[in-house]
Structure formats: structure tokens, C-alpha cells
């Protein structure tokens, strides 16, 4: 069974327009860690966040934002005033604590973002 | 910096031939290490987990007689492809953790086999 869901597979936005990436999870474990990573074409990771199930606050990084709710288990990330930089497929990842360091990676939405 | 580093980035190979790609942990012993594959257009998926000293766990569906995983010292562990095919062209990538912080994963190598 999927355990990272991202329903999204592509979004297309023009430059400072807010793009929200949508990810659902799903596990058993009560501890557990949740990831977003960019993926830019030239391949590699970007790691972006990290959040354990214990800690539901919002978190905002600069253009970034990540809302966790584990009521719905979701952990959307949010990007305000978009740059044409910003394209990339990103990736929602879990990993459960009783297997920490193994990440189930959601199918990515590739981001599109034109000037 | 990069403290996984993944080598080699790309690599064309014929078919029937076999391709060793690198990953080495720059700032930590690992332990522990993990594969992934990446296939054009889809997700990463958990190929094996690489342990020093002892043999690789391998997830479902993945023929480890194909794919030789050594984790030989503390900083490096290599994926061989066996007898590559058309099919096993992918990209395949690396990582470590440390503690519970983030996963770091290595630049990626981008294998063609022709």
C-alpha cells in the first residue's frame, strides 16, 4: 500500500503567483519522520525539511512554508511569490521509526513556474 | 558541502556488462547506507540497505544476485549492476543518515545502458 501520497502530478504557475504542494500519508507508527525534498533536473536531492509526528507546529523559511496536520495526515508545503528557480519535481518522503533512514518518497508534483 | 559523495555522475555501458557506482560517507562513518532507483519520470524507490561488514538487505522485488551491494569500510559502500540491460537503465542514488537528522543523499548516477 502507497503511504506517501501526492495527488498532484503537475502544477503549472506564473512567476510570483503561491503554489501549495499537497501530501498524505499514511502509517501505524506513532513516531515517525516526514520529509520534502526539490529535485532540480540535474538529479540530485535537495533536502528542504524534516518533521517528527511529535511536532505540529507550521514552520516558514523564507518563500517556504510547511503546514503538518496530523489530524488529516498531511504535510503540505507552500510556496509564496514563486520564481521561475522554483522548478523542480518536489518530494514528500516518511520514514517510520521502527526503519529510520529507509524514506518512502511520494510520486512527486513537478513544479512549472513561468516568467 | 556535499558529505555524500556518488561516483561516478553518469555512465553509458553496453549491454551484458557490469557497472560499479560508488558512494562515500565524507563526514561520517556510516554504517549504514541505502540505495535507491530512480526510473525516468517516477519516484525514488529503496533498492537495498548497505551494512559495513555484513550483507545488504534487500527490499521485495529486487534480485540481489543482480545488483551486489559491498559495504567494505565505514565510508564507502558500491552498488555493482551485473550483466546490465536496456531495462536497468535508471538513476541511482545514495544516502546515509546520522542520528534521527536528515537523510543525505549523494549526487546521483545516471546510468545509460546501451
Known amino acids: 500500500a502507497q503511504k506517501v501520497t501526492q495527488a498532484q502530478t503537475e502544477i503549472s504557475v506564473v512567476e510570483k503567483e503561491d503554489v501549495t504542494l499537497d501530501c498524505v500519508y499514511e502509517t501505524r507508527d506513532t513516531t515517525y519522520y516526514l520529509f520534502w525534498y526539490k529535485q532540480p533536473p540535474s538529479g540530485e536531492l535537495v533536502f528542504l525539511i524534516r518533521?517528527?509526528?511529535?511536532?505540529?507546529q507550521n514552520e516558514i523559511s523564507g518563500r517556504y512554508s510547511w503546514n503538518f496536520q496530523k489530524s488529516t495526515s498531511s504535510f503540505n508545503f507552500t510556496i509564496t511569490a514563486s520564481q521561475v528557480v522554483d522548478s523542480a519535481v518536489y518530494f514528500c518522503?516518511?520514514?517510520?521509526?521502527?526503519?529510520?533512514?529507509?524514506?518512502?518518497f511520494g510520486a512527486g508534483t513537478q513544479v512549472v513556474v513561468t516568467p | 558541502g556535499a558529505v555524500v559523495s556518488q561516483h561516478p555522475s553518469w555512465v553509458i555501458c553496453k549491454s551484458g556488462t557490469s557497472v560499479k557506482i560508488e558512494c562515500r560517507s565524507l563526514?561520517?562513518?556510516?554504517?549504514?547506507m541505502f540505495w535507491y532507483r530512480q526510473f525516468p519520470k517516477q519516484s525514488l524507490m529503496l533498492m537495498a540497505t548497505s551494512n559495513e561488514g555484513s550483507k545488504a538487505t534487500y527490499e521485495q522485488g529486487v534480485e540481489k544476485d543482480k545488483f551486489l551491494i559491498n559495504h567494505a569500510s565505514l565510508t564507502l559502500s558500491t552498488l555493482t549492476v551485473t550483466s546490465a540491460h536496456p531495462e536497468d537503465s535508471s538513476f541511482y542514488i545514495c544516502s546515509r543518515v546520522r542520528g534521527n537528522t536528515e537523510a543525505f543523499f549523494g549526487q546521483g548516477t545516471r546510468l545509460t545502458v546501451v
Open positions: 518533521r517528527n509526528s511529535f511536532d505540529e
Open positions: 563526514d561520517f562513518q556510516a554504517t549504514t
Open positions: 518522503a516518511l520514514s517510520e521509526a521502527g526503519s529510520w533512514g529507509k524514506l518512502q
